[in-house]
């Protein structure tokens, strides 16, 4: 794939999400109002019928932005036609590490989501809403309920939105901290007030989702984006971006970069650009080694694979990894990939549900023999079983929370090979010391997983 | 109610568990977990799991009683209360006590039971007493590369507590956290549900030092102070100008766009 841009061409932002992103007062809908918000609910619902509606976000193309990428449009037609109970949820469990877009989004920005939701809401037929938010975001789901209220309170909420006679409402959700539950069934389960476990597929929310009525589910960031198309039209979104990928993304960066934070950039630009120009590049004096280009379930690629690709769903893939939540987590030099896959192995079992056996027991077995690697206590049968683990692992169980230990897993053994041999060699990682900045090895061996093995979320 | 019928049964208690002192530590008496000691001893519990229990029999507190039926007014089914009605417990008595949990269900109208498996299910909720102000240091990748290990030791050092443990005054839990979504403050912490960062090293400590002083935490590291990462002024584009949005704002930028 060949690279986007010259080496000259600088990359900025290009902002639609976050627009006016730090306007003082932004949460309070007076100011959001002032700034135009509102409008394009308006207009979805007293010039424009539903199926218009779903004709202009088939036609934007939009993708989901919570990982899979699937036509958000596509997705909301899934839904049966007809008068009965539908719901739409938003899933704002955002846990993927390294991701932390929607928390910039519904703090800052929330009465966009709510304009986004409603609006959805009368593509996809549905009259009840809920926005499911990780319990840690405190702030941001105070924000949203003080948002909700205003809402409610100008009428684009209740009974009666626009004096329209159409019925939508909206709660707020809080989780209590279960990474499991941004699994769109294990959210449902969790929102019908059960253990988060994910539920066999199908049949599909869409036909059979929450309080088994159809269901429609998408991301804040997805979510977000429907004012901007409704207002401007789906022409205008697809001048943004790629063919596959339109539109624009926050990218939330992080790790060793200089100035890690969430960027909205047109899909498309160089990853390099992003990195280099916006992140400002490494943060020390190491040289970059690799990167998580979508959250740590993607495939790492290593500097050379990949930082002269365009940050697009079609460029990830094609490079065997994934753009996934758009979360770039950045790795330098000093770093231990036996360590740092280590890191992404106990995140999995820590949150593994433990409902399928695969996955329950492989990441389990995947942290143990980690473990071993980087204290030195690894034979080379250790590294083929991690290899022949993942394996059993991917495609096994009922949700991709096992996968997405395994792809990274298996990228990181395959692309440093000689780092794992070396682990087994020479007595584990710098001898199961720290290095000076932390990155090497293991601390604190006994960080707390205070639930232990097989606790769930 | 099937989770609570799956856990009891024959061998719940190894016969070398003190039973009494591991009920008293959990804040049970043994009418209140309905366990029959003698019972429990031979390894054999044989007892239905507790039923849903009648609400005129159940004293519950004002607030609690409220708070949860205001959650339970918001949802098609009242199940979907449950984890509202758990934070409401927590909220109450500190933790997710047996007591909480046996009054949210006599309100929800659950077994205590059911909402024992939800609890036991959640990270964020406390199924043992626990400190009264709560440390979150995230322990994760993006977090690890910047010191959050180190970090973490710091600030168990000054809270005198392991990973995982309280303080022997009752004050402080400090624990290692899976990603807390804010990788942009690494290393960084939840505080009692705030969250702050980049920290520094020896911030830690001074943040701990200012929670037992009673004294506002860190005001300079607070994430809701936090401007985005690119600034005020980045990214304009002309293209975004035909949305009513950006009416009021001043004459974008023109920036050239390439596109693959």
Not at chain 1, 202 to 220: D, Q
Not at chain 1, 233 to 256: H, I, L, M, N, Y
Not at chain 1, 380 to 397: F, R, Y
Not at chain 2, 209 to 224: D, H, I, S, W
């Amino acid at each position: 794939m060949p690279p986007t841009k010259t080496k000259t061409e600088k990359t900025t932002e290009t902002r639609i999400l976050f627009r006016n992103i730090d306007e003082p007062g932004l949460s309070k809908i007076s100011t959001y109002k002032r700034l135009g918000g509102y409008k394009s609910l308006v207009k979805a619902y007293t010039e424009m019928t539903p199926e218009d509606l779903l004709a202009e976000l088939e036609a934007s193309d939009l993708r989901g932005r919570g990982g899979a990428g699937f036509s958000m449009g596509k997705k909301a037609s899934f839904l049966p036609r007809g008068d009965m109970d539908k719901y739409l949820c938003c899933n704002a469990d955002e846990s993927e590490p390294g991701t932390f877009k929607d928390r910039e989004l519904m703090q800052k920005n929330p009465h966009q989501l709510i304009e986004g939701m409603v609006i959805a809401a009368r593509a996809a037929g549905a009259n009840r809403c809920f926005i499911y938010i990780r319990g840690e975001y405190v702030l941001q789901a105070d924000t949203l309920d003080r948002a909700v209220a205003e809402a409610y309170e100008a009428g684009y909420l209740g009974e009666d939105v626009c004096g329209t006679g159409e019925q939508v409402e909206l709660v707020v959700h809080r989780g209590a901290g279960a990474y499991i539950c941004g699994e769109e069934t294990a959210l449902l389960d969790s929102l019908e007030g059960k253990r988060g476990n994910p539920r066999l597929k199908p049949p599909f929310p869409a036909v059979e989702g929450l309080y088994g009525g159809p269901t429609l589910i998408n991301n804040v960031e997805t979510l977000s984006n429907l004012p901007h198309i409704v207002a401007s039209g789906a022409e205008w979104f697809r001048s943004f971006g790629t063919e596959q990928s339109p539109g624009t993304k926050v990218v939330s960066v992080s790790g060793d970069v200089a100035k890690p934070g969430n960027y909205e950039i047109e899909l498309g630009v160089p990853v390099r650009g992003i990195i280099d120009d916006l992140a400002g590049g490494a943060s020390g004096k190491a040289k970059l080694k690799c990167f998580f280009p979508g959250g740590s379930s993607s495939p790492v690629l290593t500097v050379e694979e990949g930082m002269d690709l365009p940050y697009s769903f079609e460029a990830m893939a094609d490079a065997g990894s994934m753009l996934g939540s758009g979360s770039i987590i950045v790795c330098d030099e000093e770093t231990s990939v036996v360590e740092l896959a280590l890191r992404v192995a106990r995140f999995y079992h820590h949150e593994s549900c433990g409902k399928c056996t695969p996955c329950r027991e492989g990441t389990n077995w995947t942290v143990k023999m980690l473990e071993r690697l980087s204290h030195g206590e690894a034979t080379p049968i250790d590294l083929e079983t991690i290899v022949s683990v993942q394996g059993n692992i991917t495609g096994n169980c009922l949700c991709v929370l096992g996968d997405s230990m395994a792809a990274p897993v298996s990228a990181l053994v395959a692309k440093y090979r000689p780092e794992f041999d070396q682990a087994i060699s020479m007595g584990g990682v710098n001898g199961h010391a720290t290095a000076g900045n932390g990155h090497g090895g293991d601390a604190l061996p006994d960080v707390a997983w205070p639930l232990g093995a097989g606790s769930a979320g | 109610m099937s989770a609570a019928s799956d856990k009891a049964g024959e061998g719940m208690f190894p016969q070398e568990v003190d039973l009494e002192r591991v009920l008293d530590e959990r804040g049970f008496t043994p009418e209140i977990a309905e366990i029959d000691l003698d019972q429990a001893k031979t390894g054999s519990v044989g007892r239905e799991p507790a039923p849903v229990p009648e609400p005129g029999e159940v004293e519950v507190p004002e607030k609690l009683r409220r708070e949860i039926e205001r959650a339970m007014a918001k949802y098609p089914e009242v199940k979907s209360a449950s984890i509202p009605a758990l934070w409401a417990v927590q909220r109450e008595y500190g933790w997710c006590s047996p007591e909480g949990i046996h009054q949210a269900a006599a309100v929800l109208g659950v077994t205590p039971g059911y909402l024992q498996s939800v609890a036991t299910f959640y990270d964020l909720f406390h199924t043992e007493p626990t400190g009264e102000h709560q440390v979150l240091v995230c322990t994760n990748i993006s977090c690890w590369l910047r010191g959050a290990d180190e970090m973490l030791q710091e600030m168990c050092e000054q809270a005198g507590t392991a990973p995982g443990e309280t303080s022997e005054d009752g004050k402080l839990f400090v624990r290692g956290f899976e990603c807390l979504g804010a990788c942009d403050l690494a290393p960084m912490a939840s505080i009692d549900g705030e969250y702050f960062g980049p920290l520094e090293p020896g911030e830690g400590a001074e943040a701990i030092a200012q929670l037992c002083a009673g004294e506002k935490v860190l005001p300079k590291r607070r994430l809701e102070d936090r401007g985005a990462a690119g600034g005020k002024r980045a990214g304009a584009d002309r293209r975004t100008s035909s949305h009513p949005m950006n009416k009021t704002k001043a004459k974008p930028r023109a920036k050239k766009t390439g596109k693959a």
